[in-house]
């Protein structure tokens, strides 16, 4: 199932991973910058001294910004989905940090990166990588550092929870209407993901 998923394409030619994480962000960022403009979410000193805010929002739409990462970064499809796992670890460890329209581009390049140098046997150098994501290589080397910190260097994905994040992602796209989350998901582990399994058995 996981494979299927991988492989299809959008009307524009991208893989559909793309288009529902750049949707799921859209909504969790804009959701976190309307809390933040009336006032129902105020940044802890930890959120707002965070490598990752940016003082000012990116012109760059976020579908725009990871289309232009899957254009030039010439990994595999799987990669994005294993960058959408190290964010929502990343969020789990951290609640004091929300994902918003000021940092959510420095998060993508900085997931992707990652993610590929965990995934993939070949790929683009962090200068490389800084000018696709539009930052300076000293930028993109310390992100990469306060990224693997932030996550405890936790960058082992199991194809449980790999097929399981999968699947999270292809319900968003069969939903007609989506709702705004507060938050990414929620991390799922292969524990958490056996136990599941073994209930649907014995409710079977």
Request: glycine share 4%; aromatic share 14%.
């Amino acid at each position: 199932m996981a494979e299927a998923f991988l492989i299809s394409k959008d009307r524009n030619g991208f893989p559909r991973v793309i288009s529902i994480l750049s949707s799921l962000l859209e909504r969790v960022a804009s959701w976190n910058d309307y809390l933040t403009a009336t006032g129902h979410h105020h940044y802890s000193p930890a959120s707002t001294i965070s490598a990752f805010f940016g003082l000012e929002k990116p012109e760059i739409s976020i579908p725009c910004y990871l289309e232009r990462i899957f254009r030039f970064a010439h990994c595999s499809t799987s990669c994005f989905v294993v960058a959408y796992i190290y964010l929502d670890r990343f969020l789990l460890l951290h609640p004091s940090i929300s994902v918003d329209s000021f940092n959510v581009h420095r998060f993508l390049i900085t997931a992707v990166l990652t993610a590929v140098k965990f995934m993939d046997d070949r790929y683009y150098n962090n200068a490389y990588f800084a000018k696709v994501g539009g930052i300076s290589l000293a930028e993109m080397n310390y992100l990469e550092v306060d990224f693997l910190f932030g996550l405890r260097f936790d960058l082992n994905v199991t194809p449980i929870v790999f097929g399981s994040y999968c699947s999270i992602l292809e319900r968003e796209m069969k939903m007609a209407n989506p709702q705004i989350p507060s938050s990414l998901h929620c991390y799922i582990t292969e524990d958490e993901t056996s136990n599941s399994f073994k209930q649907k058995q014995l409710i079977v």
